[in-house]
Every structure is written in structure tokens, then in C-alpha cells.
T-cell receptor, first 113, second 116 residues
Framework: KQEVTQIPAALSVPEGENLVLNCSFT??????LQWFRQDPGKGLTSLLL?????REQTSGRLNASLDKSSGRSTLYIAASQPGDSATYLC????????????FGSGTQLTVLP | DVKVTQSSRYLVKRTGEKVFLECVQD?????MFWYRQDPGLGLRLIYF???????EKGDIPEGYSVSREKKERFSLILESASTNQTSMYLC???????????????FGQGTRLTVV
């Protein structure tokens, strides 16, 4: 059974820092990996989708990498801002599974002004 | 702009009531999902549907049912609400594509349900 782990569970950084969030998964048979952002009390906003054949994807200050063979993904946030404060979740789309997504438990990020 | 809309942001219901949570997507997606999210337990899949009138149980279907009469609408039904169903409920949709690498999930804004 696929398991997805995100460490650390919480992270606090000063504004302007570059930071990395980690996501690991146990089964490398995935179609893709998706990073989401969740603000308190709200739904999930899709940030980046990395296909299993890709190594990385970029959107603005965000860069996500994928190493399928080692079961790892990272989300790099450049020049962090207080508005980046949120919970970040990763999810993998498991090959051969109609249930689609398996989620990590998230990293709660706080960017201090 | 893709959109998944849940009918309510907040709901308060009494124990034993029948509760309907509605979700509508405007992207012509085949797949739709209902999750609940609880502190310390993460997102758990309740039910999903890959076509009209089709449904599959997720990991925690007990106490819930679903209805998918039209492609764009997926309803979650709590037959007799209980306090342990107090939670954040999230609806999602995705395209059923042969190129599964490209399949991306989109979520609604969530419904915070409190059962008293």
C-alpha cells in the first residue's frame, strides 16, 4: 500500500528565506505527483503537477522536483513571503489505482515578517 | 478557469438529520471524489465516481452514501448525521484521461460540517 510522508510537520522561517519542503513515497509506481496549498479552513489549491517522466516543474517562485526511483519529491520556495504561510500537501497518483490520489499529512509553513 | 463549487462553506446540523453536501464542477470531468479531512488523520477518501450513476467506496464509506445523476454534480449524503461526522468535507474532480500522467485533481473550497 502506498504511503506518503511529509517532514517536517511544521516549519517557521523569516521572510526572504529560500526553503525546501519534502515529500517521500513508498511505491515508485506512480503516474504523477501533485503539490497543493491549503489555507486555514479552506480547500486545496493545486500548485504544481509533475508527471512521472519529468524531473521538475516550475511556476513562479516555486520549483518542484521528482526522483521516482528514490521515492522523493521536494518543493522549493524562493524568497519566501508572509503570504506563503499555509499548509502544503503532496499527493501521488498511484498506477493502476482507480482511487487516484494518496496524500501526505502536510507541512504547515509560517513565514515571519 | 477551472472550478469546483461546494454548495456550503459552513453547515450546522443536528444528530440524526439527513444531510446533503453538493458539489458541482464545470470542467466536464468524469471523475469526482469526496474526502473528509480531520486533524492528525489527513485526507481520507469516502467515495468516488468515475461516471454518471457509477460509484466506488473509498476508505471510510460507513455512514455515507453518494449520488451522481449528472456528470457535473456529485452529492454526498449523511443518512443519519452523528457527532463523529463533524469534519471538513472536500470535493474534487479530475479528467479520466488515457494519458494518466497529465491527470490533475481540482478541489472545491470545502464544507465545514458541525453535527450537534
Amino acid at each position: 500500500k502506498q504511503e506518503v510522508t511529509q517532514i517536517p510537520a511544521a516549519l517557521s522561517v523569516p521572510e526572504g528565506e529560500n526553503l525546501v519542503l519534502n515529500c517521500s513515497f513508498t511505491d515508485s509506481a506512480i503516474y504523477n505527483l501533485q503539490w497543493f496549498r491549503q489555507d486555514p479552513g479552506k480547500g486545496l489549491t493545486s500548485l504544481l503537477l509533475i508527471q512521472s517522466s519529468q524531473r521538475e516543474q516550475t511556476s513562479g517562485r516555486l520549483n518542484a522536483s521528482l526522483d521516482k526511483s528514490s521515492g522523493r519529491s521536494t518543493l522549493y520556495i524562493a524568497a519566501s513571503q508572509p503570504g506563503d504561510s499555509a499548509t502544503y500537501l503532496c499527493a501521488v497518483r498511484v498506477s493502476g489505482s482507480a482511487r487516484q490520489l494518496t496524500f501526505g499529512s502536510g507541512t504547515q509553513l509560517t513565514v515571519l515578517p | 478557469d477551472v472550478k469546483v463549487t461546494q454548495s456550503s462553506r459552513y453547515l450546522v446540523k443536528r444528530t440524526g438529520e439527513k444531510v446533503f453536501l453538493e458539489c458541482v464542477q464545470d470542467m466536464d470531468h468524469e471523475n469526482m471524489f469526496w474526502y473528509r479531512q480531520d486533524p492528525g488523520l489527513g485526507l481520507r477518501l469516502i467515495y468516488f465516481s468515475y461516471d454518471v450513476k457509477m460509484k466506488e467506496k473509498g476508505d471510510i464509506p460507513e455512514g455515507y452514501s453518494v449520488s451522481r445523476e449528472k456528470k457535473e454534480r456529485f452529492s454526498l449524503i449523511l443518512e443519519s448525521a452523528s457527532t463523529n461526522q463533524t469534519s471538513m468535507y472536500l470535493c474534487a474532480s479530475s479528467l479520466r484521461s488515457l494519458a494518466r500522467e497529465h491527470t490533475e485533481a481540482f478541489f472545491g473550497q470545502g464544507t465545514r460540517l458541525t453535527v450537534v
